[in-house]
Structures are given as C-alpha cells and as structure tokens.
C-alpha cells in the first residue's frame, strides 16, 4: 500500500459477498463490480437456486458472458445448501473447482430463501462432507422463528446455531457474512482461526434510524436488518482492527426501484458502483487508512487459501458524487448514499 496526502494505492481488492442476479439484470450490475475488483464471491439465490456443480458451472459461464470486454474479473461460484443437498454433490463442486463455497441461508431469511435450511441439523453430513474436502461454509446468521424480534435474529443464531456447529465441527472453515452486532463481531474475535466475517459499507454507515429517518426510508433496508448505534460502532472498531478474521464483502443487492419502494419492498442495498468510496470513508474516520488495504486486499484472500491479487487500484481524495438513481441496463436502481457526496474517488 501507498498513500500521500491525496491518493490512497492498495493492491487491487475482491468482494466476497455479491449478488450479481442474472439476465438484463446482471448485464447491467456486473461491470460496476469488476471495475472495482478482481474477484467476488457470487450468491447462488436464483430462480431456481443454483444447487448442483452444473447449476454454478452455467451460472459462471452467463456472468462472464455478460462481462463487458477488456474487463478483468473471476466469479467466485456458491452452491445454495438445501434440506436435501447431496454431500458428494459438494465435494465434487470443491474438486472441480466449479464451488469456492456453499451457503447456508435458514428458510425465509431473506431474499431467495424460500428454499433454504430449515434445520441445520438436516445438513450435518453435508457439512461433514464439506469439512473433509476444505470447502468453506457461508452462513447468513439468522434465526427466522416468528416470535423472535428482528433485531435479536443475529444474536440468537450465534447462540442456538452458529456456536455449536463451530464446536462440533472445528476443521469447517466458515464465513460469518454481513455481521450486524457486537455479539457477532466478538464471537467472531474470539473463535478459532476457521471462523472470518464479511462487513458490508451500509452496517458501518448506517444504525436502524437511517431507515426511519422522516419517513419509511425502503432504500436503506437490507437484511440482516441495521441494528443499534453501539452495534455500528463495534463493526468500525472491528472492521478497522487490522485483524485477518474481518475483511471485505459488501452484499450489493440491486433491486428495482419499483421493487423497493412497493408495500412490500424488497430487502437490499445496491452498493457496488461507490463501494470503495465508502469503505474508504470510513477508515479515514477511524484513523485506520493504514489498515485498509489488509481489509480489503489481503484477508479475504488468505482465509479461502487464494493468492492476493497482481497489480493494484488507487482512491484519490476528491468530491465524489452519488447520482440518485443509476440505470442498470434498463433497470433503474437507487445507489447506496444516492444523492450524496463522498469524499473519496475510485481512480482504477
């Protein structure tokens, strides 16, 4: 890394949590992505979920037909874990190199889960299978029981799900992605070297006001869901830490304006066209410029066992502004700190 007083060089970053969707969609999302960085950890929440070694092999091959040329980028391909996942369907994926994970979304959590993990329990062998062959395992942490309060799902899956699976099975090497709290980002801390998280920008930007702020605020939901201020304060204080157990993912989840501002709107926040903008910011708040590059060059690397990337990318510091809506191939969709300046400008 190198940095004067108005340009930050850091050796060029991934995005270890994307959701490129597919189709029109996904042309018009995905060079937003590979203009920041080299590679990125794709979900596998389709119509229909990708969940076999040929589902994710099709899926890469779209992503990089929709690729704009010239473009330098490697899709990172997820297998969607189900009730009924066959764990020899996972080693293959790992052996082939079509699946650099498998995600485990608990039914109904979020978008495109509906056909997700009702019990983790059904997937004890799966899991099993996966610690043998070393594929790590991708966990949205949230418990989804109705009568536990939206703001605590985080805090229950660590103690009724996530803690005992790190226990039972201490050679998984697993991903905590998108941490919203302080009980995460502690558990995380304190678990062995097989247990990382991802931060998106939005939980180190933004509380649970931004999305009440004046009115229903449906551009600033996401889930899991913003938390308290304290919560938001203990993921800068992690995510700035210098630790190899945190690093970057942001979780850009692009949705039609239509779809978010609907009575029911949809949960996501589409960051990736200023996504290290924002996470430049925040350093530059915290004092930790120094640490930026490790978050978001060298730590995701080093726990998926990838070599860091060649060349590097530069931020200047300079007026940055946010256009309020960005058109996405004929989706038009609201940016994350839409009508916003930031203070730093991605240079390539």
Not at 140 to 155: K, L, S
Not at 160 to 168: I, N
Not at 280 to 300: I, M, P, Q, R, T
Request: proline fraction near 7%; hydrophobic fraction near 45%.
């Amino acid at each position: 890394m190198t940095s004067t007083a108005n340009r930050l060089t850091i050796r060029r970053p991934d995005d270890w949590h994307v959701h490129l969707r597919d189709g029109a969609v996904l042309a018009g999302v995905l060079p937003y992505t590979a203009r920041q960085f080299a590679r990125a950890i794709v979900m596998p929440n389709l119509s229909p979920p990708v969940t076999t070694v040929a589902a994710g092999a099709a899926y890469r091959e779209r992503i990089m037909a929709a690729l704009p040329a010239g473009m330098d980028f490697t899709p990172l391909m997820v297998a969607y874990l189900t009730d009924g996942t066959d764990p020899e369907e996972m080693a293959r994926g790992k052996e082939t190199g079509v699946f650099t994970g498998a995600k485990l979304y608990p039914a109904h959590a979020t978008t495109g889960s509906a056909h997700g993990v009702t019990d983790v329990a059904n997937i004890r062998k799966v899991l099993e299978r996966m610690e043998q062959v070393g594929l790590p395992l991708l966990v949205h942490g949230e418990v989804t029981d109705a009568h536990v309060d939206i703001f605590d799902r985080e805090a229950v899956f660590i103690d009724r799900v996530l803690a005992p699976l790190v226990r039972d099975l201490p050679g998984l090497r697993v991903v905590f992605e998108h941490i919203t709290t302080a009980e995460a980002a502690q558990f995380v801390a304190e678990s062995g070297p097989n247990v990382a998280a991802t931060i998106t920008p939005q939980h180190l930007h933004i509380n649970r006001n931004a999305i009440f702020a004046g009115g229903i605020r449906p551009h600033m939901y996401c889930l899991p869901i913003a938390k308290r201020e304290h919560h938001r304060l203990a993921l800068r204080k992690a995510a700035t830490s210098g630790s190899p157990k945190f690093f970057l993912g942001t979780d850009t989840a692009p949705h039609a304006v239509g779809a978010k501002e609907a009575a029911c709107g949809c949960a996501g926040i589409f960051n990736a066209p200023y996504a290290l903008e924002s996470y430049a910011a925040v350093f530059e708040e915290e004092g930790a410029l120094d640490k930026f590059e490790g978050f978001a060059s060298l730590h995701g690397p080093a726990f998926y066992g990838l070599p860091v990337n060649e060349g590097t990318v530069t931020l200047e510091k300079a007026p940055c502004a946010v256009p309020e809506v960005i058109d996405a191939n004929g989706t038009p969709i609201v940016p994350f700190h839409a009508g916003e300046e930031l203070g730093w400008r991605f240079l390539g």
